[in-house]
């Protein structure tokens, strides 16, 4: 009798075959699998249509599926297709019941793949398959319009919750435990698990039991269907597509590349009442509790999340603290834009923090930028769920040498910045030492905690070891905070670090004077 083929699989769609990638021992790598139709044409802003079966074996390479239309940053230039509905599936040699990771990808929601830099092979090396996918982006993504109505324009949404079914449905295939599945993602990717905690939909059809949220707590007000729908018609209008009797028509007929003339630097998902697939905002979800509450969650922040964005404009300009104080004020207003919030008088407050020193208008910037959007809603959102009775581990990454390299140079220290921990878990050793700054046995080191709480709580929603080697991780419940450094990692108490990120001031924060 032949021996099966472990390269192999048979998916809902037909059969597959897989790669090994040299120099990668005990994984079978499935790059560039199609869980959904390419939405073109009459596809194009539609809900995701589930793949077609095959009747032959599709020979899978070690090459990804084409990324979503982006721009792409390194060169700064339009790039991907619209036929990139793709997934990659990292597994191990052999077992059964293992626990699935499923990995989404930041970017603003305009841009990023669920290939590139990201390489889960020291996940696998610890018994857990890993999946990686792309998702629609930008207005192809997430375009409101009153003529494409269809679960409020979150076409991105769908098709990340379509992923999930597909590996509802096939984990069993490659060795997973369809019924263990943690979805993790950073930034837009933290923000999509936080989206699919508030879906009703996604609870109702049990497509994960974990969540863990990377610097995802940002932006937690969605605006309403009829504000992003009034905000689609202007994309529409300025797209040549004014008249809605033949909007639809126009707008599918425009060539891809169009919308990233006129969709901005970022998008955010919008609610709608009217479907199950996010009825009201993330905010207004866990206020109301009428979000999924049977789930075990790890949440967490970077220390310095905001120099990444201060950073990011000094690639089209001069340095804040060259430009001068009126234009931080002008910055710290657009970031307070429409919220209700007395931008000139938390401007002020944070200049007080920063006094003097160089680059203290970068750094002031920076940690307003980090207090207000990401680390005090992150405790706030962790405290929801712990106060629910779930299962909740909260972080705090401090390692100002990260090795990661999005912006090339900055006139101040980036520190523990926005998307700083990702190495840590989905790199390959050998980038992560190349790209440090620090003390690479000490990078070793926190590397390897990581992994194995990451991996560790994907199989049992608890990071903590049984072998006891990483120091111990105590729930939020406990008033504790995991600080994720190479100096000091462990449990601490929750209140260095709400006294580092201010947000005392951020509970009750300065309200703009009501207009005469």
Known sequence: MATPDPLTVTTTEGAIKGVTLEGVEGIRVFRGIPYAEPPVGELRFAPTVPAEDRSETLQLSDAFGSSCVQIDLAVRAPAGNEDCLYLNVYA??????????????????????????????????????????NYRLGLLGFLAHPNLESDGGN?????????????????????????NVTIFGESAGGHSVMSHIASPRAKEE???????????????????????QATGETAATALGCADGATAATCLRALP????????????????????????????????TGSFNQDLDIMIGSNQDEGTLFVALDELTGDPLDVLGEAEYRTRVADLFEDSGLDADAIATYYLNEYPTGANRLSLA?????????????????????????????????RDENAPWTLVPAASFPLGATHAGEIPYVLYPEQVMRDRYTGDKDELDAL?????????????DGNPNS????APNWAQVSAGQINTLDVSSPGSGSNLNFLGYHRCGYWATPPLAAAPR
């Open 155 to 179: 076409f991105g949404l769908m098709d990340q919750q379509q992923a999930l079914r597909w590996v509802k449905e096939n984990a069993a295939a490659f060795g997973g435990d369809s019924n």
């Open 466 to 469: 049984t072998d006891g080697v």
């Open 256 to 287: 891809a590349m169009s919308f990233l003339a006129v969709q901005g630097s970022q998008v955010i998902p919008n609610s709608d009442p009217t479907t199950d697939l996010l009825p009201v905002s993330i905010q207004t979800a866990l206020a």
């Open 206 to 228: 049990n497509l994960f039991q974990r969540a863990i949220v990377q610097s995802g707590s940002y932006a937690a007000f969605q605006q309403s269907k009829v504000d992003a």
């Open 365 to 397: 910037l920076s940690a307003i930028w980090t207090d207000s959007n990401f680390a005090c809603n992150s405790y706030a959102q962790a405290s929801t769920f712990a106060n629910s009775n779930m299962n909740t581990y909260q972080y705090w990454f």
């Open 447 to 459: 590397a390897s905690d990581m992994v194995g709480y990451w991996a560790q709580f994907a199989k």
């Open 92 to 133: 191990p040699e052999s077992g059964e019941n293992l626990p699935v990771m499923v990995w989404l990808h930041g970017g603003a929601f305009v841009f990023g793949n669920g290939g590139g830099e990201y390489d889960p092979t020291r996940l696998v090396k610890e018994d857990v398959i890993v999946v990686t996918l």
